[in-house]
């Protein structure tokens, strides 16, 4: 077992990020993600990486395609309105079918907002973040340990299927300290033959690209990439359950709601209330089928979200509303308490079972 070491979550996912394989980091500093930059501006330059502080987090996204593009696994990080500013970027790196790993370490908002953690980018990551039909993957870690594998992970299935992937933590798991076992280095085997890193006059050149001014190549464009989307959400949608299989009512919640929703489950088992708990860990694919399979036998939801409530439509959604779905959030930086996630549940328990 690897030895474990204390490290702060935006550290720790920044040197797996480079265990990983990472090369390139172009960032701009923001409360509460900057240590990922800062970290980055000192490893870099030891493991012969590239490190640079862009101008802007519009400059920032743009490097990130200019690297990517070339084959290199590349990174970005920023919170909540520097990834608004990074979108149109995204956007770009998904029509070019370009693989690279952006982290959003949540803060509140709208606007500058505050800079205590947050959910409310939900929506933002999983079905808005820029224009055109699209999707990136995104995953929730809601520990250190996940933060490190997830960024890994994350990699990997940026490389594998062509495209952006993000990390969708808080200011609160970028914040913390826990214990993680780092993962060794290693070295992405994933073949990129489309990659722009010069021909040595062996093969064509590759381009990367788009703009597509044909309306019936970028459809057909379009129609392909969605094929493989469909490919994703069949074999790569990730969750854990929680004392599920007898549970009346079901918490669904990620990230750090799902450990503060830990102890309100305890405490509600103490009180003779069978609840249970559906974490997506990946937000995009949502894991509709899996939520779907527990609606047979739970007789109630409760999103947990720290948002006013942005992924309780895709519980509905998942489970095309066969049972009632219920909230309990706090939001613009408040962080929810497992007594009121308690009181929440009380309250359900009086009014469905």
Known sequence: MAEKVLMKGNEALAESAIRAGCRCFFGYPITPQTEVAAYMAKRMPQIGGTYLQAESEVAAINMVYGATSTGTR???????????????????????????????????GPGLGGIQPAQSDYNQATKGL?????????????????????????????????????????????????????????????????????????????????????????????????????????????????????????????????????????????????????????????????????????RAFLTVELSMGQMIDDVKLAINCRRPVYLANRTGGMVITPNEILAKIREIKGETL
Not at 248 to 255: E, F, R, S
């Open 74 to 108: 590349a990174m970005t990080s920023s919170s909540s309105p520097g990834i608004s500013l990074k979108a149109e970027g995204i956007s770009y790196l998904a029509g070019s079918d370009l693989p690279a790993v952006i982290i959003n370490i949540c803060r509140g």
């Open 130 to 298: 820029a224009h055109g039909d699209f999707h990136i993957l995104v995953l929730a870690p809601n520990c250190i340990q996940e933060m490190c594998d997830l960024v890994s992970d994350a990699f990997d299935l940026a490389d594998t299927y062509r495209m952006p992937a993000m990390i969708l933590g808080d200011g609160m798991l970028g914040q913390m300290m826990e214990p993680v076992a780092l993962p060794e280095p290693h070295e992405s085997k994933i073949e990129k033959p489309w990659a722009a890193c010069g021909t040595e006059m062996k093969r064509p050149h590759n381009v990367i690209n788009s703009l597509y001014i044909k309306p019936d190549e970028l459809e057909r464009i379009v129609m392909d990439r969605y094929a493989r989307y469909r490919h994703i959400e069949e074999n790569e949608v990730r969750y854990e359950e929680f004392m599920t299989e007898d549970a009346d009512i079901v918490i669904v919640a990620y990230g750090a709601s799902s450990r503060i929703a830990r102890n309100a489950i305890m405490a509600a088992r103490a009180e003779g209330i069978k609840v249970g708990m559906f974490r997506p860990i990946t937000l995009w694919p949502f894991p509709k089928k899996a939520l779907d399979r527990v609606a047979d036998t739970a």
